[in-house]
């Protein structure tokens, strides 16, 4: 069950060893920089880096194999959604039309659309795996530290801390009580029905709610009686100093930021037209 939560993972690797406040901003800036831009080749570029820093990473499958169909799924739905709502918005980007597919009514597919949800593909693969880099290679406690060293409150800091260990404690909690209600009899692996399942998953969501508020109450007593919050600093067993590789990763966010920046006054704007 641990292999298979959300969370942070200890390894050995260079982007375990980075500090956690480095790895932020480069997910912060390089998120900025992918999604202000649509140059296809710049976000080409920025998703073969970022699944080549996944699989460096050493990430195994089981590990984020979920959420990754979860995501999935809402992506091409959104996708879907795009081309459903606005079907010649690409067409309205690019000042041109090229169809590949006579429908009906307004739904032609042209070549613009496709290259415009092309982009939005893009977009998904340049931010998500570094996003699941960060959530499964950061300790929260070494992040809350360099957060509180950078000048933000440490209550603000720990709250940080706080959330990302609070990821795996609800997925262990989801499937205990998953596997609760199937020994109950309520069938809810892939052998039943998907009816079956969304029913049981909605059985879930009541004592999923009760056990996370009395979590809640018991590390805000616990954190009451240890006094948090009375003085206006604190130390911490975890604190993680910058190293030459976190000023590198700093500067390669950067890097990317100001070549994103670049491509607005090449291509005249957001959108990189090859029609």
Same mark, same amino acid.
């Given at each position: 069950?641990?292999?298979?939560?959300l969370?942070?993972?200890?390894?050995?690797?260079?982007?375990?060893?980075?500090?956690?406040?480095a790895?932020l901003?480069?997910?912060?800036?390089?998120?900025?920089?992918?999604?202000?831009?649509?140059?296809?080749?710049?976000?080409?570029?920025?998703?073969?880096?970022?699944?080549?820093?996944?699989?460096?990473?050493?990430?195994?499958?089981?590990?984020?194999?979920?959420?990754?169909?979860?995501?999935?799924?809402?992506?091409?739905?959104?996708?879907?959604?795009?081309?459903?709502?606005?079907?010649?918005?690409?067409?309205q980007?690019y000042?041109?039309?090229?169809?590949?597919?006579?429908?009906?009514?307004?739904?032609?597919?042209?070549?613009?659309?496709?290259?415009y949800?092309f982009?939005?593909?893009?977009?998904?693969?340049?931010?998500?795996?570094?996003?699941?880099i960060?959530?499964?290679?950061?300790?929260?406690?070494?992040?809350?530290?360099?957060?509180?060293?950078?000048?933000?409150?440490?209550k603000?800091?720990?709250?940080?801390?706080?959330?990302?260990?609070?990821?795996?404690?609800?997925?262990?909690?989801f499937?205990?009580?998953?596997?609760a209600?199937q020994a109950? @009899?309520?069938?809810?692996? =892939?052998k039943?029905?998907? *009816? $079956?399942?969304? &029913?049981?998953?909605?059985? !879930? %969501?009541?004592?999923?709610?009760?056990?996370?508020?009395?979590?809640?109450?018991v590390?805000?007593?616990?954190?009451?009686?240890?006094?948090? @919050?009375?003085?206006?600093? =604190?130390?911490?067993?975890? *604190? $993680?100093?910058? &190293?030459?590789?976190?000023? !590198? %990763?700093?500067?390669?966010?950067?890097?990317?930021?100001?070549?994103?920046?670049?491509?607005?006054?090449?291509?005249?704007g957001r959108?990189?037209?090859?029609?």
């Open positions: 069950m641990n292999q298979q939560t969370g942070y993972h200890p390894g050995e690797t260079v982007i375990h060893n980075v500090n956690a406040t790895k901003v480069f997910l912060l800036v390089t998120t900025i920089a992918c999604m202000t831009t649509y140059d296809t080749r710049f976000l080409f570029v920025i998703s073969l880096f970022s699944l080549g820093l996944f699989k460096f990473s050493s990430i195994k499958w089981q590990q984020v194999s979920f959420v990754v169909k979860f995501i999935a799924f809402f992506s091409v739905l959104n996708l879907v959604a795009v081309y459903v709502f606005q079907p010649m918005y690409g067409v980007l000042g041109s039309e090229h169809i590949l597919l006579n429908g009906f009514g307004r739904f032609n597919l042209t070549q613009e659309e496709v290259f949800l982009n939005l593909l893009l977009k998904y693969f340049c931010t998500i795996p570094l996003t699941l960060f959530l499964l290679t950061t300790n929260p406690s070494s992040f809350a530290a360099s957060l509180n060293q950078i000048g933000i409150s440490y603000v800091s720990y709250a940080v801390s706080l959330a990302l260990r609070y990821i795996p404690d609800i997925q262990e909690d499937m205990n009580i998953s596997q209600q109950r @009899g309520y069938e809810m692996s =892939r039943g029905r998907l *009816s $079956q399942r969304i &029913k049981g998953t909605a059985r !879930i %969501v009541l004592p999923l709610i009760f056990s996370s508020l009395e979590r809640i109450e590390i805000s007593t616990a954190m009451e009686l240890r006094r948090f @919050g009375q003085k206006k600093k =604190r130390t911490w067993y975890v *604190s $993680q100093p910058f &190293k030459a590789i976190d000023y !590198i %990763v700093i500067l390669v966010a950067l890097m990317i930021l100001a070549s994103s920046i670049g491509l607005f006054m090449v291509n005249h959108f990189y037209n090859p029609f």
